[in-house]
């Protein structure tokens, strides 16, 4: 199916709303499970039959583009009100979207976490191996942060690389976006160029081991299109504490405050370089919010448990269609 670029955001591929309706005359599914925000599968269920069953998973909230939204939304407020379940990987997904009124508090409403594979960052001998390969490779081992994602501006690395200004330790800042020459500039500017290492992309089979590589793991994302951080997943899954940002939506409920993180004010490099520091000065620190972090993967967030739970809910609107 061809794209034509993008769109605010969105894929420009006009024929994506025809090919899942042409799926369903030739399968005849009987549901459609449907992410949001995209308006191309907003226009594909309207395509569909009324006897399909809508699941539709709410990751997030549309959060920049405004000026579209007053179009959009109606729509979405249709086709939610429509829906027979909508899912969010967390209660705060619900209380705070700003997009969901047409089915706050109804019984559509469903909580089902997202779940990662928690083997590959266990700590196997071989990712141990590795991890101490990377750490040996780290100009200024001493205490070792590790960040990663998309370098785009909700991700914050600009609030992190400052406030290493204030941090004994290196930086190895993963991943790749249009923002990455930026943020080379930026180290090379506060000085700590030599402190800050940008691996780029991680191939899989090496990501167990750069969490292992490092003291602590940092999310510093700093608006609310940062509604998870499956990131935060990974470095539980790997024992690491957490220092993440007070957005007050999902990220703070997947690693909570003081229970598996330490949770500073979005924006701000002064109290993300103290709570560092803090985990920095204290391995005790360190061991207890790593641990709890394991202990919450293994039984809340596991893909077993995702998989199950939506096995379940496809199960139970499958037997109300029967009943009726």
């Not at 999310?219 to 990974?234: N, R």
């Not at 690693?255 to 109290?271: E, H, M």
Request: proline share 6%; net charge positive.
């Amino acid at each position: 199916m061809r794209s034509y670029g993008s769109l605010a955001g969105v894929a420009v591929a006009p024929a994506f709303p025809l090919a899942v309706r042409r799926l369903w005359q030739h399968h005849r599914y009987d549901i459609a499970h449907l992410h949001f925000p995209d308006p191309l599968s907003l226009f594909a269920a309207e395509l569909l039959p009324r006897a399909v069953k809508r699941v539709i998973t709410w990751h997030s909230d549309v959060v920049r583009q405004h000026h579209l939204l007053a179009l959009y939304q109606p729509f979405v407020d249709r086709l939610l009100r429509r829906a027979d379940a909508v899912v969010a990987a967390t209660p705060r997904h619900f209380e705070n979207s700003r997009q969901l009124g047409a089915v706050r508090g109804s019984d559509k409403c469903r909580v089902i976490p997202y779940g990662i594979e928690a083997a590959p960052f266990a700590g196997s001998a071989a990712v141990l191996e590795r991890a101490a390969q990377i750490r040996a490779a780290l100009p200024e081992p001493g205490f070792v942060v590790f960040a990663i994602g998309r370098h785009v501006y909700y991700k914050g690395f600009e609030f992190l690389l400052r406030a290493m200004r204030e941090l004994e330790g290196t930086l190895v800042l993963g991943g790749t976006g249009p923002l990455l020459e930026e943020h080379r500039r930026l180290a090379a500017q506060a000085g700590i160029a030599g402190r800050v290492v940008f691996p780029e992309r991680i191939e899989q089979r090496d990501l167990g081991a750069y969490y292992h590589a490092a003291d602590a793991f940092c999310l510093p994302s700093c608006e609310q299109s940062e509604a998870f951080g499956i990131v935060q997943l990974e470095a539980m899954a790997a024992g690491r504490p957490i220092v993440n940002c007070d957005l007050g939506n999902g990220v703070n409920h997947v690693a909570p405050p003081d229970a598996c993180a330490l949770t500073v004010p979005a924006r701000d490099p002064a109290a993300l370089a103290h709570a560092l520091a803090r985990l920095r000065a204290d391995p005790a620190l360190r061991g207890r919010l790593g641990a709890e972090g394991r202990r919450r993967v293994a039984e809340t967030f596991s893909i077993e448990a995702m998989v199950r739970q939506h096995l379940a809910l496809y199960r139970e609107l499958l037997e109300a269609r029967s009943a009726r």
